[in-house]
Nanobody, 127 residues
Framework: QVQLVESGGGLVQAGGSLRLSCAAS????????MGWFRQAPGKEREFVAA????????NFADSVKGRFTISRDSAKNTVYLQMNSLKPEDTAVYYC????????????????????WGQGTQVTVSS
């Protein structure tokens, strides 16, 4: 049974930083794509970032470019999201996702591109 477990969320002031982690178990995703999405109250789930676990190719939503970075430790089946210069509009539940897709550079940016999801971790940025 595949499980994705996020950690690292919390409350931070605007301008601060948080680092989210997502550990996968039940199978390896070392050749797949993993990503982060977020969902604010009353809004649809939106893409944040994705990474090719084997090649390291990355993609980011325009709203987080230059502030967020995504990295991976394929040996640990873990992906990270470093969030800097946080803004109140970054407040949301952040979800880790993993795809069955084997890809070096094609990184889905929509929820339907992913097959497994974590439970989510709350990130709250106060002004």
């Amino acid at each position: 049974q595949v499980q994705l477990v996020e950690s690292g969320g919390g409350l931070v002031q605007a301008g601060g930083s948080l680092r989210l982690s997502c550990a996968a178990s039940g199978r390896t995703f070392s050749r797949n794509v993993m990503g982060w999405f977020r969902q604010a109250p009353g809004k649809e789930r939106e893409f944040v970032a994705a990474i090719s676990m084997s090649f390291g190719a990355r993609n980011f939503a325009d709203s987080v470019k230059g502030r967020f970075t995504i990295s991976r430790d394929s040996a640990k089946n873990t992906v990270y999201l470093q969030m800097n210069s946080l803004k109140p509009e970054d407040t949301a539940v952040y979800y880790c996702a993993a795809a069955n897709l084997f890809s070096l550079t094609t990184l889905p940016m929509v929820p339907t591109g992913y097959d497994y999801w974590g439970q989510g971790t709350q990130v709250t940025v106060s002004s």
